[in-house]
């Protein structure tokens, strides 16, 4: 079992940075893949990022692709979402993810375990 706990969102210009961090309790942890999908009001979940288990795989939407960073600290269970050049776009609430397996691609399907959601909101 994995219990995942995001934090760092909150209100920022356009242009801005922030930083999201989901913490995750569990031995296994290290073995899981883990992403971030964000939701806006009235749309479907969307993915954003994944990361591997090692960390040494990483995969991005084209939407955040040069713009968004995904990282992960093992010895500390903690994945982190830098977020920089922000746009009203990005707007959502951002979920944490964390599949049973290595599993690091773009299906909700595959992760078992789910945050409570952070939000995040971008100002013009």
């Known amino acids: 079992q994995v219990q995942l706990v995001e934090s760092g969102g909150g209100l920022v210009q356009a242009g801005g940075s922030l930083r999201l961090s989901c913490a995750a309790s569990?031995?296994?942890?290290?073995?899981?893949?883990v992403s971030w999908f964000r939701q806006a009001p009235g749309k479907e979940r969307e993915f954003v990022v994944a990361?591997?288990?090692?960390?040494?795989?990483?995969y991005y939407a084209d939407s955040v692709k040069g713009r968004f960073t995904i990282s992960r600290d093992n010895t500390k269970n903690t994945v982190y979402l830098q977020m920089n050049s922000l746009k009203p776009e990005d707007t959502a609430v951002y979920y944490c993810?964390?599949?049973?397996?290595?599993?690091?691609?773009?299906?909700?399907?595959?992760?078992?375990?789910w945050g409570q959601g952070t939000q995040v909101t971008v100002s013009s």
């Open positions: 990361i591997s288990g090692s960390g040494g795989t990483t």
């Open positions: 993810a964390a599949a049973r397996t290595n599993y690091s691609g773009t299906n909700k399907d595959e992760y078992s375990y």
């Open positions: 569990g031995r296994t942890f290290s073995r899981c893949g």
